[in-house]
């Protein structure tokens, strides 16, 4: 469970909190840019980041997150966070 | 288990291969008389098992699956302490996912939520967080689990709740640290380790400069590795090249991920937020000094053991281990799963008896995954 995830990150969505929409494996998912907000936020939009339970913790190039990426679908580790993100989203409404 | 003509680069793979064994012999490592190599994190221990490594490497090496696996060093009673906040009236209790089956003395997160306890898999404690705002009549509690990888999550999400003034969000913090269970560990005088795996991704929070007592005290090799099998094979011949060189230092394999010093936003957020405790209990190893973190007085408003009464009491609240569970002389590598008596009997993935089966990241369960019957019969 320690494992980040690639993601790309699409837009900023809430500037002052530092929040952004990521895409994940197809999967759209808002993250925080905290860990990696010391520089312009803009700059990270197109970027490509490892996100560790809704946090993009560093910022990798593509070829890393395609690399990166493939390890982990062949622990399922990938599969395994594309789940809980989905769990996530029911938890919200309640409806787990 | 794959075979080596698939990995990326089967061409590297081989020659890294054949660059172990020929260190391992200079070494003098035999199957008799192997290499120790400990690779701390539990998904480094989920990649070894995938990618057959430890039966493709030289039989000198012996790997030795490492306590970062953090749900499989949490006690039973944190988990009956989870289960005694998640019961309160008016309370929604979000956890990771990889919690919920963990059993306690009182059974798991899991068994609880269906005897009625608003419990809530969560991807992220953001989620909790929103949670919190759209339910501002309930008290909605994260189990903060996790080591240096996860911890700048929660650290980030007390630090908005207390901008937002969220009063009615809380984290019950029982996050545990990396360096210190490996101080513990080459402490111990059964332990025979020769080098270290370093774990990456608490690595890229962390850096690598944690580990210099490793190398400066205990005189062993580490190398901070990352995830794809061409990095683990490289990280082991990197030990192995110290160990022939008579060297002992912290290398860094993984360094397009890991800088030196870390994430600074992430450890500014750690500090500010967590304080060490004196000392806490971990599943298998016993209380270990420093290597769990609490919420600092000045954000006692998002400390679920304050606003709960609830949590770490020290060694006094210890809950025995089940009867046979042999957890612990695993996690420590004094013996491999297969040699419990529980192995695949009283305990499976499916009906986990102790923590080590419960995540895939624990040895127990990655043996069962990719050794099956013929990990039970070896």
């Given amino acids: 469970m320690c494992l980040g995830i690639p993601g790309q990150i699409t837009a900023i969505t809430d500037e002052s909190r530092l929040m952004a929409m990521a895409d994940v494996s197809g999967v759209r998912r808002e993250v925080s840019l905290a860990p990696v907000a010391d520089r312009p936020l803009c700059e990270l939009v197109g970027q490509w980041a490892l996100i560790h339970v809704g946090f993009a913790m560093a910022i990798i190039d593509e070829d890393e997150a395609a690399r990166t990426l493939e390890a982990l679908r062949d622990l399922g580790e990938a599969q395994e966070t594309l789940e809980a993100m989905a769990e996530g989203a029911k938890a919200l409404e309640g409806t787990q | ?378």
């Fill in chain 2, 1 to 378: 288990m794959k075979h080596v003509t698939e990995f990326r680069d089967p061409t590297l793979a081989k020659a890294l291969l054949s660059e172990i064994a020929r260190l391992a012999d200079q070494i003098g490592a035999t199957r008799d008389t192997p290499l120790h190599i400990m690779e701390v994190c539990g998904g480094h221990t989920h990649a070894i098992f995938r990618f057959g490594l430890d039966k493709l490497v030289h039989d000198g090496i012996a790997f030795i699956h490492g306590p970062g696996c953090p749900v499989c060093v949490l006690p039973m009673a944190r988990v009956d302490e989870c289960i005694e906040i998640a019961e309160r009236e008016g309370v929604i209790f979000t956890t990771f996912g990889d919690a919920m089956r963990v059993p306690g003395a009182r059974g798991s997160l899991m068994q609880a939520k269906a005897r009625g306890a608003d419990i809530r898999m969560v991807y992220s404690p953001l989620d909790a967080l929103e949670i919190a705002r759209r339910n501002p009549d309930r008290d909605v509690v994260f189990f903060g689990l996790g080591f240096e990888t996860t911890t700048p999550s929660t650290a980030f999400a007390i630090q908005a709740a207390a901008r937002e003034g969220l009063a009615n969000f809380s984290v019950f913090c029982n996050h545990i640290t990396v360096p210190e269970p490996i101080r513990a560990l080459l402490n111990d005088p059964h332990m025979k380790l020769d080098g270290f795996i370093g774990p990456g991704h608490v690595s890229m929070v962390i850096g690598t400069h944690p580990y210099d007592f490793i190398a400066q005290e205990f005189g062993k090799p580490i190398v901070v590795a990352g995830f794809e099998p061409i990095d683990l094979l490289q990280s082991v011949a990197m030990v192995l090249r110290q160990i022939a060189d008579g060297r002992a230092e912290v290398e860094n394999q993984y360094a397009r991920v890991v800088p030196e010093h870390g994430n600074p936003a992430s450890l500014a957020a750690i500090s500010d937020v967590y304080m060490r405790r004196p000392s806490f209990e971990w599943r298998g190893l016993g209380e270990i000094d420093a290597s769990g973190l609490r919420i600092r007085p000045a954000y006692a408003a998002y400390d679920a053991e304050e606003k709960f009464g609830v949590g770490y009491a020290g060694a006094t609240r210890n809950v025995p281990e089940p009867e046979g569970c042999a957890c612990g002389a695993v996690m420590t590598g004094r013996i491999k799963p297969t040699a419990c008596p529980q192995y695949g009997k009283g305990c499976t993935p499916e009906m986990p008896l102790g923590a080590l089966m419960v995540s895939s990241e624990g040895a127990c369960a990655a043996y069962w995954q990719y050794g099956g019957a013929r990990g039970a019969a070896a």
